[in-house]
C-alpha cells in the first residue's frame, strides 16, 4: 500500500535559514509534529550541512531514531542523501570517488538498521549531469554502488535533471533491480518536461515521488500555483498501477504553522490518489 510521507525539516521553521537541511537543533521533535498531519514516514535528510550531527551517523543516534519511529508511529522510509550535492559523484578524483562511495555505503548501512528502504541520490544542480564525461563517470559510480545495495536489499533512486532519453538511456547501462527512479513532480515541471513523455521513456523504473510544484524555469511555489500538470502525473501514475510512496517536499508556508500547512498539502495530494 502506498505510504505519505514527507521531507526532513519541513514541519519545523527554517534553520540558518536553508530551505532545506537536516534540522541539527530540533530534528527529535519533527516525529510528534509528522504524527499530528499524520503521514507514514519522514523522509531523512543526510546533508553536508549537518553531517557531523546527523544521527544516523553513529550507533548512538541509530538508537535514538529507532526509540523515535517507535513511539510516534511514524517511520522513516527514505533517505534523501544530498550529502552528495556537495560532494557529488561527478567531476572528482578517484580517491574523491572512492571516499563517497564508502559514505554511501555507509550511509546505506546504517539505514537499513532503522528501517530504510530507499536512499535517494539527486544529481541536480551542482551535482547534474552535465557531459557525456559525466555520464560515463555516474555510470561507473553507480555500477560500483550496486553491491552495496545488494548488501543491505536498500535501493537505490536517482532523481536526475535530464531529458526522459537521457535519462533512460542512463537506467538502460544500469539494468540493476535495485537502481530505480525518484520522479520529482516540481523539477521536472520546471525543465518543461512532460509526464507523459518521462513515464513512456522509463515509467516502469519509477520507484518514489517527490510531489512539489513549480514555475517553469524558475523556484517552487504552493501546490496547484505552478506548471506541474498533476493531473497528467497521477494518470501515468495509474497506468503503470504505482504502488510506491509520496513524500511532500512542497513550498514552505508561514513558520510556526507548519502542520495546518502540511494537511493542506497533503489534502491535496488526496484530491488525485486515494490508493
Same mark, same amino acid.
Given at each position: 500500500?502506498?505510504?505519505?510521507?514527507?521531507?526532513?525539516?519541513?514541519?519545523?521553521?527554517?534553520?540558518?535559514?536553508?530551505?532545506?537541511?537536516?534540522?541539527?537543533?530540533?530534528?527529535?521533535?519533527?516525529?510528534?509534529?509528522?504524527?499530528?498531519?499524520?503521514? #507514514?514516514?519522514?523522509?531523512?535528510?543526510?546533508?553536508?550541512?549537518?553531517?557531523?550531527?546527523?544521527?544516523?551517523?553513529?550507533?548512538?543516534?541509530?538508537?535514538?531514531?529507532? #526509540?523515535?519511529?517507535?513511539?510516534?508511529?511514524?517511520?522513516?522510509?527514505?533517505?534523501?542523501?544530498?550529502?552528495?550535492?556537495?560532494?557529488?559523484?561527478?567531476?572528482?578524483?578517484?580517491?574523491?570517488?572512492?571516499?563517497?562511495?564508502? =559514505?554511501?555505503?555507509?550511509?546505506?548501512?546504517?539505514?537499513?538498521?532503522?528501517?530504510?528502504?530507499?536512499?535517494?541520490?539527486?544529481?541536480?544542480?551542482?551535482?547534474?549531469?552535465?557531459?557525456?564525461? $559525466?555520464?560515463?563517470?555516474?555510470? $561507473?559510480?553507480?555500477?560500483?554502488?550496486?553491491?552495496?545495495?545488494?548488501?543491505?536489499?536498500?535501493?537505490?533512486?536517482?532523481?536526475?535533471?535530464?531529458?526522459?532519453? =537521457?535519462?533512460?538511456?542512463?537506467?538502460?547501462?544500469?539494468?540493476?533491480?535495485?537502481?530505480?527512479?525518484?520522479? $520529482?513532480?516540481?523539477?521536472?515541471?520546471?525543465?518543461?518536461?512532460?509526464?507523459?513523455?518521462?513515464?513512456?521513456?522509463?515509467?516502469?523504473?519509477?520507484?518514489?515521488?517527490?510531489?512539489?510544484?513549480?514555475?517553469?524555469? /524558475?523556484?517552487?511555489?504552493?501546490?496547484?500555483?505552478?506548471?506541474?500538470?498533476?493531473?497528467?502525473?497521477?494518470?501515468?501514475?495509474?497506468?503503470?498501477?504505482?504502488?510506491? $510512496?509520496?513524500?511532500?517536499?512542497?513550498?514552505? /508556508?508561514?513558520?510556526?504553522?507548519?502542520?495546518?500547512?502540511?494537511?493542506? #498539502?497533503?489534502?491535496?495530494?488526496?484530491?488525485?490518489?486515494?490508493?
Amino acid at each position: 500500500m502506498t505510504k505519505l510521507g514527507i521531507m526532513e525539516g519541513r514541519l519545523l521553521p527554517p534553520e540558518d535559514g536553508r530551505f532545506q537541511c537536516f534540522p541539527r537543533n530540533q530534528w527529535e521533535s519533527e516525529f510528534a509534529q509528522a504524527a499530528k498531519v499524520p503521514f #507514514n514516514y519522514i523522509e531523512w535528510v543526510y546533508d553536508l550541512y549537518g553531517h557531523d550531527m546527523n544521527p544516523l551517523g553513529n550507533r548512538a543516534g541509530m538508537e535514538r531514531l529507532k #526509540n523515535l519511529t517507535q513511539s510516534s508511529g511514524v517511520s522513516i522510509r527514505s533517505v534523501c542523501a544530498d550529502y552528495f550535492m556537495d560532494k557529488p559523484f561527478v567531476r572528482c578524483g578517484e580517491q574523491e570517488l572512492d571516499e563517497r562511495l564508502q =559514505e554511501l555505503a555507509h550511509i546505506l548501512r546504517n539505514g537499513r538498521a532503522v528501517g530504510v528502504n530507499r536512499v535517494v541520490i539527486p544529481f541536480v544542480d551542482a551535482s547534474a549531469i552535465r557531459s557525456k564525461e $559525466d555520464l560515463a563517470a555516474v555510470q $561507473d559510480a553507480l555500477k560500483a554502488a550496486m553491491p552495496f545495495a545488494e548488501e543491505t536489499g536498500i535501493e537505490i533512486h536517482l532523481e536526475t535533471s535530464l531529458g526522459p532519453a =537521457e535519462f533512460a538511456k542512463l537506467l538502460n547501462c544500469v539494468p540493476h533491480p535495485k537502481l530505480r527512479v525518484n520522479y $520529482d513532480s516540481g523539477n521536472s515541471a520546471s525543465l518543461g518536461y512532460s509526464p507523459t513523455n518521462e513515464f513512456a521513456a522509463y515509467g516502469d523504473r519509477i520507484g518514489s515521488v517527490h510531489i512539489k510544484d513549480r514555475v517553469l524555469n /524558475g523556484g517552487t511555489v504552493p501546490l496547484g500555483t505552478g506548471s506541474a500538470d498533476f493531473p497528467a502525473l497521477f494518470s501515468c501514475l495509474e497506468r503503470i498501477e504505482y504502488r510506491g $510512496d509520496f513524500t511532500l517536499q512542497v513550498a514552505r /508556508g508561514t513558520p510556526g504553522d507548519e502542520v495546518a500547512w502540511a494537511k493542506r #498539502n497533503l489534502a491535496f495530494v488526496r484530491r488525485y490518489w486515494n490508493n
